[in-house]
Nanobody
Framework: QVQLVESGGGLVQAGASLRLSCAAS????????MAWFRQAPGKEREFVAA????????DYADSVKGRFSISKDNAKNTLYLQMNSLKSEDTAVYYC???????????????????WGQGTQVTVSS
């Protein structure tokens, strides 16, 4: 199957930037789309951004549009999340997810992604 390993989290001040990475290994040729989700303490896991692995189509949660950018490097089998103008409410564990299904539209539902990384903590101090 496919294994996902996130990196790049940390503690930053409000207004700063961070870039998360997610390295995919294994049968990466079967990836249909990848996404970032996040989960803050006491809250449900929420969609952040997604990208179709082949055509590069992207989608974002309204809360991060204009501040976050999802990208991919197919040659390196790596997914990125560039996070700018970070806010305290962005504090969460960020998870990389993948689906082997190719759909006409990117999904924002966590249950549509069957492969998950272990998560990386992002803490934004105000």
């Amino acid at each position: 199957q496919v294994q996902l390993v996130e990196s790049g989290g940390g503690l930053v001040q409000a207004g700063a930037s961070l870039r998360l990475s997610c390295a995919a290994s294994g049968r990466t040729s079967i990836i249909g789309a990848m996404a970032w989700f996040r989960q803050a303490p006491g809250k449900e896991r929420e969609f952040v951004a997604a990208v179709a692995w082949r055509d590069g189509n992207r989608d974002y949660a309204d809360s991060v549009k204009g501040r976050f950018s999802i990208s991919k490097d197919n040659a390196k089998n790596t997914l990125y999340l560039q996070m700018n103008s970070l806010k305290s409410e962005d504090t969460a564990v960020y998870y990389c997810a993948a689906t082997t299904t190719v759909r006409s539209r990117l999904s924002f539902r966590a249950e549509m992604y069957g492969l998950w990384g272990q998560g990386t903590q992002v803490t934004v101090s105000s």
